[in-house]
């Protein structure tokens, strides 16, 4: 049974960073693109990035340079590392892979608030 589990999130101020975590099991991690979402409230979820299993990075062009993706195939755990984190950064952050066809798993999600 596939499982996606996130953690870190919290309240940051702005400029702050915050890496988040999402643990992985149920399937063959290696071989499979990671990614992490967003949605804001009121707002559609998007994409901020996707790595692949050899480690090829996408990101959404409002992320780029501020956010980093990584993965931990020995782990089995992807990672977002955000940093100059702004107001409109807030919303729920959720992990998700693709395993074929109408195949989508996603996380619980994890709260991310950029406030002072």
């Known amino acids: 049974q596939v499982h996606l589990v996130e953690s870190g999130g919290g309240l940051v101020q702005p400029g702050g960073s915050q890496r988040l975590s999402c643990a992985a099991s149920?399937?063959?991690?290696?071989?499979?693109?990671m990614s992490w979402y967003r949605q804001a409230p009121g707002k559609q979820r998007e994409l901020v990035a996707t790595?692949?299993?050899?480690?090829?990075?996408y990101y959404a062009d409002s992320m780029k340079g501020r956010f980093t993706i990584s993965r931990d195939n020995a782990k089995d755990v992807v990672y977002l590392q955000m940093n100059s984190l702004k107001p409109e950064d807030t919303a729920v952050y959720y992990c998700?892979?693709?395993?074929?066809?109408?195949?989508?798993?996603w996380g619980q999600g994890t709260q991310v608030t950029v406030s002072s």
């Open positions: 149920g399937f063959t991690f290696t071989i499979y693109a």
């Open positions: 790595v692949t299993g050899r480690g090829t990075t």
């Open positions: 998700h892979v693709r395993l074929g066809e109408h195949y989508d798993y």
